[in-house]
């Protein structure tokens, strides 16, 4: 297993719950995230900037 720390930018939603579902779908793509947290937001370009740590499995 292998971890990584990813940067992703993601379109605002409509709601919290939106916006966290979107969030954890883009992160998936990189790998299982471990922990994410949302470090800025861009109101005019409508998207907001997630950190996070994922992990994936070591190719056998």
């Known amino acids: 297993m292998t971890t990584h720390f ?7 939603q409509e709601t ?3 916006l966290q579902k979107a ?3 883009e992160l998936k793509k990189q790998g299982e995230p471990l922990r ?3 470090t ?3 109101t005019e370009q409508e998207k907001a900037t997630v ?3 994922v992990t994936t499995a ?3």
């Open 23 to 25: 969030i954890e779908a």
């Open 36 to 38: 994410w947290a949302v």
């Open 6 to 12: 990813i940067t992703a930018e993601i379109d605002l």
């Open 40 to 42: 800025s937001v861009d």
């Open 58 to 60: 070591n190719p056998e």
């Open 16 to 18: 919290p719950t939106e």
């Open 51 to 53: 950190e996070a740590v």
